[in-house]
């Protein structure tokens, strides 16, 4: 009997071996390259236009360097439509720095990039700030150009953001879903290995603003008193026993804040951030961002929190030569470090005395939130110093203009910021402004 059985189970297995043999030497078929299968046709009716890159955002957002036709001001901030990269600006999410790379690499090295509209004319987001576009690339002379934001999607890159609604929807899906499929990046399930996910790294300024580089895409946490608000970022400072100096760090609190948390950033309070320090190339400065606030937790570790209130900005009294040009030497554990001045003090307050105004360039764009906001161009004893202004009025209300600083000598209060290039001080009210008679 038992003989009989191995011999029926033995036959079963054949059977079976038999029956999957056809499904087992199948071999997977290859992943179809959508964005090698889509072509740029340059006599449909989208618009179109050349353009070069003037700064990466992140992986779906870009700033191109335009015709003026297209965008009076030459510079064209392009959302790239039908896909939605994880973020590196704000917050950061997984992924977020995969998909900002792949975006850098590819346009850095194109020969040519061509930006295409969705239909007949240049649509904003709701933002309104930003173009919807498409974005071609040509990887080499002779070469047909290739759909970045295809790309992105078939790569596992980015979640649908409209993915099915547009002129290219239904290649857009079957790329996403043969990600999906696929496993790639976003949708593989595995971590990220350029992601941080261990618990904040406790420190001061002083060791986060000299070691920037260390702690990129790190969580941080630090203690600092808040000095500024402006355009959704905090300024916060702290002194350092050891060298006499203050070091400080822009924060980023963007949308994601409210009430409470919103209170704790409160200019004069003494805070605990915790946060992830990234590099903000669009204004080429370092910041912390991805605040969080539960208020239901308000003792968690990875919460903000308010420490104590009632302080001042430190207003440092600062030559502007010093400011300029000096250096400031920083001894470690095992050596010593020097670093331009200037760039130890952005964001933190500094008050500047004796500057001549020697020229002044008045923000005048009615689409900007600065619009009539002023850079002045200082000169004390041959040293330039640059100064921007927030929108000022007086008492009244009434706008302040250009005649007012024009050949005037000014005293300062503000706070270090980094600029097109440049180091600048950077001033929101006219109540931080002495003008001399």
Known sequence: MNTMKRSLCLLLSLLLMLLCAPAM?????????????????????TVKTEATVKTFIDG??????????????????????????????????EYGKKAADYTREKLTNA??????????????????????????????????YRCLNLELLQNGLCIANSTANNRYGSTCMAALNQARSLKLYVYSGQKDPDFYYGDAIELTLRELRTNLADYNGKKVAFNGVVTMNSNNAVYVESSDPESGLYFGMSVYYG???????????????????????QYYEAGGTWQVSGLTYRMMKPKDPG??????????????????????????????????????????????????????????YTTDNEDSASNGAMTLTCEHDGTTVMVRTGILTDESGKLITSDAFLGRTIDVRGVVDFYDGGHQIKVLTLNNITIHD
């Open 303 to 360: 919460n903000i929190q308010l420490l104590s209130e009632g302080h001042t900005p430190a207003y440092v009294l600062t030559d502007p030569a010093t400011f300029a040009s000096g250096t400031v030497v920083l001894s470690g554990e095992d050596s010593e470090r020097t670093f331009p001045y200037a760039e130890l003090a952005v964001a933190t307050s500094i008050e500047m005395h004796d500057l001549t105004v020697v020229d002044v």
């Open 255 to 277: 949308y994601g804040l409210s009430g409470k948390g919103l209170s704790i950033l409160g200019v004069g309070n003494e805070v605990r951030i915790v946060g992830t320090l």
């Open 25 to 45: 030497a199948e071999t997977p078929a290859e992943p179809i390259d959508y964005a090698g299968q889509l072509r740029l046709n340059m006599a449909s009716e």
């Open 60 to 93: 779906d957002t870009t700033h191109f360097i335009v015709p003026e036709n297209v965008c009076a001001n030459g510079v064209l901030k392009a959302r790239f439509l039908a896909v939605n990269t994880p973020e590196i600006t704000g917050k950061i999410e």
């Open 111 to 144: 020969v040519s990039i061509i930006i295409e509209s969705d239909d007949g004319r240049w649509n904003l987001d709701s933002t309104g700030e930003r173009h919807l576009v498409w974005v071609w690339y040509q990887p080499e002379e002779g070469a047909e």
